[in-house]
């Protein structure tokens, strides 16, 4: 996931008149760190204000950032996967790793290989999360969804969404066919080729997040490929039989980081921003935002959470998840190339 693909595109939310004499603080973000109540606190703890613009899917950002002026944004978040594409572009700003408390984080997503290039720290992960099976229990038979093989036994044809997003679903097909994501290479997408049409064949819908949450929502499909708790999640109050599993062949480990930009001409307060995003307490508000949730990396975001929180969360089922699912594929610029024409070809056909 990464989760890029989780928030709708918004209309910037700058609103800077009347606010002359206070200080403040641009964020280029995705949509869970729009909420009031994850922004509110940092505004009232440093007198700023927090102007906040949503986009989805790293290229956009990179855009938005490209046809920006130096200056005009301070905090980025971005696919962990996509932090050394930032870096290549000169765009991030080296963090103080001994500021921030990367020693009470899950060890699974401290993520160096994404987060530091060159020995250097450019981002520090902030949330996570899986992509895997998301279904409806009362339609689907939980023990179906304890293998990925379900996908393409029958039972489900016509029943099926799948999330519109190359990576984490190329990923669930590799894994289906016992290719570990850190070998996803030309040859092993010849081997998914044909599973991953399958899956198309099986399928009512390739979607992006908010089709495919809706569609589950309603009662339009049953299972969602590429869902996980980022989606039920929010939809938990509303129908408790929306569920997600980790299958007996894995699923991918979906995280977003959180950087500096380089022409940032706040750098203290930008700074001071990440180490509010990543405190216990910071961390606690991202995970449960009211666009949608996903874990914290910091551990001790625990004691901030209630026990109904944590139920939704599998916070005591962390260790096995982690253990049992898959980082997402970090492919070279061939074989991600070669990924992305294999998915436009599958939606083509």
Aim: glycine share 6%; with cysteine.
């Amino acid at each position: 996931m990464t989760l890029k693909h989780t928030c709708a595109v918004a209309a910037l939310c700058l609103g800077f008149a009347g606010a002359a004499d206070a200080q403040e603080l641009n964020a280029l973000i995705w949509c869970d760190h729009a909420d009031p109540a994850l922004l509110e606190p940092f505004e009232t703890a440093h007198g700023v204000r927090v102007n906040t613009k949503e986009y989805e899917g790293t290229a956009a950002g990179l855009t938005i950032l490209e046809q920006s002026r130096p200056g005009d944004w301070d905090v980025m978040v971005i696919d962990a996967v996509d932090v050394g594409r930032a870096v290549e572009r000169d765009l991030l700003a080296p963090l103080p790793v001994d500021q921030l408390p990367v020693a009470d984080y899950f060890p699974q997503v401290v993520l160096d290989r994404n987060n530091t290039v060159d020995g250097v720290t450019y981002a520090v992960t902030e949330k996570f999360g899986y992509n895997t099976i998301a279904y409806n229990k009362a339609k689907v038979d939980p023990e179906d969804m304890k293998s990925l093989a379900s996908l393409w036994s029958g039972k489900y044809a016509g029943r099926i969404a799948v999330y519109d997003y190359y990576l984490p679903v190329e990923g669930l097909v590799g894994l289906s066919q016992g290719i570990a994501t850190a070998d996803l290479d030309a040859a092993a997408l010849d081997k998914i080729r044909e599973p991953l049409f399958a899956l198309k064949a099986a399928s009512k819908q390739v979607s992006d997040v908010v089709a495919s949450q809706t569609a589950l929502a309603t009662g339009e499909v049953d299972i969602l490929v590429g869902g996980g708790e980022w989606l039920t999640a929010v939809l938990h109050e509303e129908n408790a039989d929306l569920d997600w599993t980790i299958p007996e062949e894995g699923g991918l480990v979906w995280a977003q980081s959180l950087a500096v930009l380089k022409d940032s001409t706040r750098p203290d307060l930008a700074l001071e921003f990440v180490k509010y995003i990543t405190s216990p307490e910071g961390q606690a508000r991202l995970a449960t935002s009211s666009c949608y949730w996903g874990m914290p990396a910091n551990r001790k975001a625990e004691a901030h959470l209630d026990d109904a929180q944590k139920a939704i969360l599998r916070w005591d089922e962390q260790a096995d998840y982690l253990a049992r699912a898959q980082l997402y594929p970090v492919p070279d610029a061939a074989t991600d190339a070669a990924m992305q024409d294999l998915w436009t070809d599958m939606l083509q056909h």
